[in-house]
Structure formats: structure tokens, C-alpha cells
């Protein structure tokens, strides 16, 4: 009786500290995906349709949270991420008062925010510092921080020897902002920040020329608040680039479908 009582016991506390099982999304209702869906999007999260179906706009918001609070960043929507999102905090920019690009290489998250101050989330890639060689030059594949001002565009998929881009919107040199059919939770391009290929069209379409773009970690930042101040300001940074200063005007150049004036980047670092 003694042996049975004490194995009765270990099996009650084994039970009692085992951690709880998780439902995966596959065994969640279709209203709970659509609640998260829902709830993403409010918070501030770029989801797809809702309509309780996990896609990859779904997915991309579901990741997008778990990294700008912090958690592990798996892409699986459970009953405890729900649970999550039901009880956390909204997305919300650095800066606010006028629109504006953010990406915050901590979180590795593209914030689009509207001058209101709301924001729309998007899960990146960025440099990822290793060293490579493009052409016998070599090069590290690094992020500039600052400020910087949508300068070149271009159209569609562009291939280069370090890779292809999708949409890409250029901020510094041979960086841009694009989309890529590859969007590891962490940094692993050479320079570029790479956003879910699902997203970048429409995001290339609010990438104005001349638009305003944060890139910042935790211990730089950039305010651009003296551009918006005095926009002359940022027409000569932005006429210094070479490109067009009316934010208003794409012109297709004339044998490609990129849209800005020369120069065009000499190396695009995908």
C-alpha cells in the first residue's frame, strides 16, 4: 500500500508540473484563425484576407507579432499565441506625425506608418554582416542606419550576381527594400532588407519616390522630423541622390521598367 500510495504521488506531480499542451492551428475553429486574423490586424499586423484561412499574409502577421513582442518566432498559430494576441499591445512607430518608413533591425519588423500614427507590419530580413565578395570586390553585408529617401525604383523581378530582387525600392546606394521569395525570422541578406513577396508589390506602390525611411537599431536613430519641417531640406537630399524631387511623378525610364532618374545602383546587394 505504501509502494502503490508513493507512486500515486509521483504521478500526480509529474502531472501537475508537465507543461501544457498546446492545439495547434490545425485543431483551432475557423472563427478562432479568423479572431487572431482580426485581432493581428488591428494590433497593427499586414495580414491577408480575413476570412479564417491561414495564408501567408496570415502567417507573415502571425510572425510579425512574435517578433515585435519577443517571443519565439515559429509561425504557428496556437491556442496559447492566440491567448497572446488577444492581450497584447498594438505595433506603433518610433516617430509619428507624417508618413514614413520604419524598420527596426532589433525586431528584424518594416513598419508603414500613416500619419495618424497607425502602422501596418511586415516581417524582414537585413544584412546579416558576414563579408562577400561581389565582382573581386569584397564587401560586408551590413544595413546602413539613418535616414534615407526612396530614391530609385524599379518594376517587377531583376536579376543581379548577388541575387533577385522583386519590386525593389532603393534607399542607399545599392540597398533596397524589396520583396524575395526568401524571408528568414533572421538577418541573412547582403545589405537589403527583403520583405514577404506577397506584400512587396503593394508596398512598392506606397513607396512613393521621395518617400522617408527610419532604419535603426536600439542604439541609433535618425529623426527626419527637420525634413518634414522644412521640405526644401529634404528636396536637396533628394536632388543630390539624382533623383526626382516631386514625389508625385514616377516617369518609366526609357529601356526599363525602372522608374527614377540615373544613378542607377552599381551593385544591388539583394
Given at each position: 500500500?505504501?509502494?502503490?500510495?508513493?507512486?500515486s504521488l509521483v504521478i500526480v506531480l509529474l502531472t501537475a508540473t508537465a507543461p501544457a499542451q498546446q492545439?495547434?492551428?490545425?485543431?483551432?475553429t475557423r472563427t478562432q484563425i479568423k479572431e487572431a486574423e482580426r485581432l493581428l490586424s488591428e494590433k497593427?499586423?499586414?495580414?491577408?484576407?480575413?476570412?479564417?484561412?491561414?495564408?501567408?499574409?496570415?502567417?507573415?502577421a502571425l510572425i510579425a507579432f512574435q517578433k515585435w513582442h519577443g517571443r519565439e518566432v515559429t509561425?504557428?498559430?496556437?491556442?496559447?499565441?492566440?491567448?497572446?494576441?488577444?492581450?497584447?499591445?498594438?505595433?506603433?512607430?518610433r516617430e509619428l506625425g507624417y508618413e514614413h518608413v520604419e524598420v527596426d533591425l532589433d525586431r528584424q519588423v518594416l513598419m508603414l506608418v500613416n500619419e495618424d500614427g497607425s502602422v501596418r507590419t511586415l516581417p524582414v530580413s537585413t544584412g546579416n554582416n558576414k563579408t562577400f565578395t561581389d565582382e573581386g570586390q569584397e564587401s560586408t553585408a551590413y544595413t546602413p542606419r539613418g535616414r534615407f529617401l526612396v530614391y530609385?525604383?524599379?518594376?517587377?523581378w531583376k536579376s543581379g550576381s548577388l541575387g533577385r530582387t522583386y519590386y525593389a525600392n532603393f534607399i542607399s546606394g545599392g540597398v533596397a527594400i524589396h520583396g524575395s521569395r526568401s524571408v528568414p525570422n533572421e538577418p541573412a541578406?547582403?545589405?537589403c532588407i527583403r520583405v514577404p513577396i506577397f506584400a512587396a508589390?503593394?508596398?512598392?506602390?506606397?513607396?512613393?519616390?521621395?518617400t522617408i525611411v527610419l532604419v535603426y537599431d536600439k542604439v541609433s536613430f535618425v529623426s527626419a522630423k527637420d525634413w518634414v519641417k522644412n521640405p526644401k531640406l529634404k528636396e536637396a537630399a533628394l536632388a543630390s541622390l539624382g533623383a526626382e524631387v516631386d514625389e508625385t511623378v514616377e516617369t518609366p525610364a526609357t529601356k526599363s521598367n525602372s522608374l527614377g532618374r540615373k544613378p542607377h545602383p552599381r551593385m544591388v546587394r539583394s
Open positions: 500500500m505504501k509502494l502503490f500510495a508513493a507512486i492545439t495547434p492551428a490545425s485543431a483551432l497593427g499586423f499586414w495580414t491577408g484576407p480575413i476570412d479564417g484561412a491561414l495564408d501567408a499574409g496570415s502567417q507573415s509561425g504557428e498559430l496556437t491556442s496559447e499565441e492566440l491567448e497572446a494576441i488577444r492581450t497584447s499591445t498594438s505595433a506603433h512607430a530609385y525604383k524599379e518594376n517587377g541578406s547582403h545589405g508589390r503593394e508596398v512598392s506602390k506606397l513607396l512613393r519616390l521621395g
